[in-house]
């Protein structure tokens, strides 16, 4: 049993999941989802009503459990909760445990899932990514997808007669506690600083000779191919490293970052992602930038599909960095398609940060980021500003304007005459 606002770590995670590795029927399904909190199965599945985004069968008997968990606690509940360190080794941590049959489940096609059951199976569904940090609708969207998907795989498995165990979990936490240190301390604290915690793995490094010239770093990077087939390449790109940059070029003025990938999931033999950035000297600033110009795709060698980019740029002796880059209009940073191929393609990068120039010491330089100083938010200020600051100069001045007569009425004496000379 874990005591409230405990937070296991990766070997207390390791023991709990001891049960799994010894039971009898040894198949265990992974639901691996790019952000996730405790949080949001009690907000969605209250806030929301009759469109309760969480409707398999998994998921209601994890809210029925915390709701009576909730309810019969006699005082403010925090609870326990996994370290993020430890869900972004778990698959690792599960590989290690035994000799298990890994198949990843990306293209969502569970219809021809097929399971071996007289040998263990690990099934790694890798759920849509939560690419929504601007609308909160589009999250809720996004969960009762990745409902549907889990509520098939579950139901697919039970109509096969496999036995099996469940694990739904996220690489990172969707929503960052307010609190610091809730094991010692469970009440709220004001003015609390939000805490994220630093990055879990280094970036790709892409080096001619043994000089770095190109860094890569992204908390999640999906592409969705024909708005259907999910493509997960962060684990293959920076934890599993199954990715080939020997066709990346640099030079002083043009650099190419190639990512080639094999069999990324089922249908696609090999792919192929380029990001092509220059650098040119502008004698209005009198300085070097750097801009990512296009991104290209190539599918199975033949497929070619083309993407510009708006918003990617930055002095050449610094990184860029932007929370949100993709074909999404709501994206500070866009990818738009240039060609019909590339309108059968959905990208998604989050907490991406780039360097194809001036690499120092294997690290990023600082970042300029997409998000500039003079925001909309800042503007309609200053607009809302100047505009209140002219009405008080205007009054100010016709108060300064009145005059009081020279001579006034005497009620008890004769009327005041003023002659029209005067």
């Not at 023991?15 to 639901?31: A, C, D, E, G, Y």
């Not at 019969?72 to 698959?91: E, Q």
């Not at 708005?227 to 490293?241: K, Q």
Request: a negative charge.
């Amino acid at each position: 049993a874990v005591h409230e606002g405990q937070v296991v770590s990766a070997q207390e995670l390791t023991v709990l999941l001891q049960p799994l590795f010894t039971q009898s029927s040894r198949n265990l399904v992974l639901f691996l989802q790019d952000r996730l909190s405790i949080d949001d199965f009690t907000y969605f599945s209250e806030s929301y009503g009759n469109k309760n985004p969480f409707q398999n069968q998994v998921n209601k008997l994890l809210i029925n459990l915390l709701q009576e968990i909730l309810q019969t606690s006699p005082s403010s509940l925090v609870l326990p909760a996994v370290d993020s360190k430890a869900t972004r080794y778990l698959l690792s941590a599960l590989q290690e445990s035994g000799d298990w049959k890994l198949t990843n489940v990306t293209n969502l096609n569970v219809s021809q899932l097929e399971v071996d059951a007289s040998s263990p199976n690990l099934l790694v569904v890798q759920l849509q990514p939560l690419a929504s940090d601007l609308k909160e609708i589009s999250t809720l969207e996004a969960i009762a997808e990745n409902d549907k998907i889990i509520g098939r795989v579950t139901m697919d498995l039970q109509e096969q007669g496999i036995n099996f165990s469940v694990i739904y979990t996220a690489v990172r936490p969707s929503r960052i506690s307010r609190r610091t240190g809730v094991v010692s301390e469970l009440r709220r604290q004001l003015m609390a600083a939000e805490e994220e915690d630093s990055l879990s793995y280094p970036p790709l490094n892409v080096t001619t000779g043994n000089v770095s010239c190109i860094l890569f770093y992204a908390s999640n990077f999906s592409l969705k191919a024909s708005s259907s087939v999910l493509i997960d390449l962060t684990n293959a790109t920076f934890l599993a490293e199954n990715v080939d940059v020997s066709a990346s070029e640099c030079s002083d003025s043009n650099t190419t970052l190639s990512l080639k990938y094999t069999k990324p999931v089922n249908g696609i033999n090999s792919l192929e992602i380029r990001f092509l950035m220059t650098s040119k000297f502008y004698e209005v600033s009198a300085r070097k930038w750097f801009t990512l110009d296009s991104v290209e795709i190539v599918q199975d060698g033949d497929k070619f599909a083309k993407f510009n980019v708006y918003g990617i740029s930055a002095p050449a002796e610094y990184s860029f960095h932007c929370q949100l880059v993709g074909t999404s209009n709501r994206y500070p940073a866009r990818l738009v398609p240039s060609d019909d191929e590339a309108k059968n393609w959905d990208i998604f990068i989050s907490e991406l940060q780039i360097q194809g120039f001036s690499v120092v010491n294997n690290q990023f330089s600082y970042a300029s980021d997409c998000t500039g100083f003079f925001t909309s938010g800042i503007w309609m200020g200053l607009v809302t500003s100047i505009i209140l600051l002219w009405i008080l100069t205007y009054g100010i001045h016709m108060i300064m304007q009145l005059t009081t007569n020279s001579r006034f009425d005497d009620p008890k004496g004769p009327a005041l005459s003023v002659p029209q000379t005067e």
